[in-house]
């Protein structure tokens, strides 16, 4: 599974990301390509796991941290009013990359009532990617 698995393959770098924000040695974060709004960033454990039900519990653990900093530093970045963290076991439940992540999705008020597992429309321009994670970063404690 893991060696066709697209959250892999950027992890190994075999698929180039300039949207990086964090890794250690269990976690990686990084800007979804498709976000619900630009700052939308997804937290994965480096090892491949399918979904929550398989994780290991000490892993669980590690990641849960990286979720906490994650939103903190999203919503600093981008100025965020709220913050959704998402997590999707399953197609039925709306799981379309088969590699457990948790999103973390920045809100504002404007938003009003959006179903944050359908509307994933954004597209970051040249370069933005890479200066909203680079922002991400920069709040990162
Ligand atoms: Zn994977």
Not at 100 to 108: A, K, N, T
Not at 117 to 128: F, P, S, V
């Amino acid at each position: 599974m893991g060696s066709n698995c697209i959250f892999c393959k950027i992890i190994k770098g075999e698929i180039p990301t300039d949207s990086k924000i964090f890794e250690d040695e269990n976690c990686f974060v990084f800007l979804s390509i498709s976000p619900v709004n630009f700052g939308h960033a997804l937290v994965i454990p480096k090892k491949h796991f399918e979904n929550i039900y398989e994780v290991p519990d000490e892993l669980i653990a590690k990641l849960s941290v990286a979720i906490k900093k994650t939103a903190k530093a999203v919503k600093k970045a981008v100025n965020a009013h709220g913050i959704n963290i998402a997590n999707n076991n399953e197609r039925p439940a709306g799981q379309v990359v088969p590699h457990l992540h948790f999103h973390i999705i920045p809100r504002f008020s404007k938003d009003g009532d959006i179903n944050i597992l359908a509307e994933h429309h954004k597209k970051y321009k040249n370069g933005e990617a890479k200066s909203v994670a680079e922002k991400i970063k920069s709040e990162w404690e």
